[in-house]
Nanobody
């Protein structure tokens, strides 16, 4: 059973940094999954933030966070991270961790940007950035 659990959210001021973490219940299978971060702000649809292939070899970012957010993973510890720097009020949202079981497609490691491509979701962690 893969059950992502996010942590690390909170209330911060503009310009601050936060690091989100995500662990899965079955840590020994963590390396088999492509992982992603998504977020949902009040009144808006869930949107892609960042994703990473099962081996960490490739990462992908939404244009709005490039250069400020960094996704990474520690397969030995079964943990996914999202380092968020220079936070802005528009980054306020619930951040979700997602896992995709099919991490390799036709021999290529994948890390999709569409929420529909992911199989397992966490409950989310709130990030609030005050101005």
């Amino acid at each position: 059973q893969v059950r992502p659990v996010e942590s690390g959210g909170g209330l911060v001021q503009a310009g601050d940094s936060l690091r989100l973490s995500c662990t899965v219940e079955s840590a020994r299978f963590f390396s088999a999954y492509a992982m992603g971060w998504f977020r949902q702000a009040p009144g808006k649809e869930r949107e892609f933030v960042a994703s990473i292939t099962w081996d960490g070899g490739s990462t992908y970012y939404a244009d709005s966070v490039k250069g400020e957010f960094t996704i990474s993973r520690d397969n030995a510890k079964g943990t996914l991270f999202l380092q968020m720097n220079n936070l802005k009020p528009e980054h306020t949202a619930v951040y979700y961790c997602a896992a995709r079981g099919e991490a390799v497609v036709r021999g290529v490691a994948v890390a999709p940007q569409s929420a529909s491509e992911y199989d397992y979701w966490g409950q989310g962690t709130q990030v609030t950035v005050s101005s």
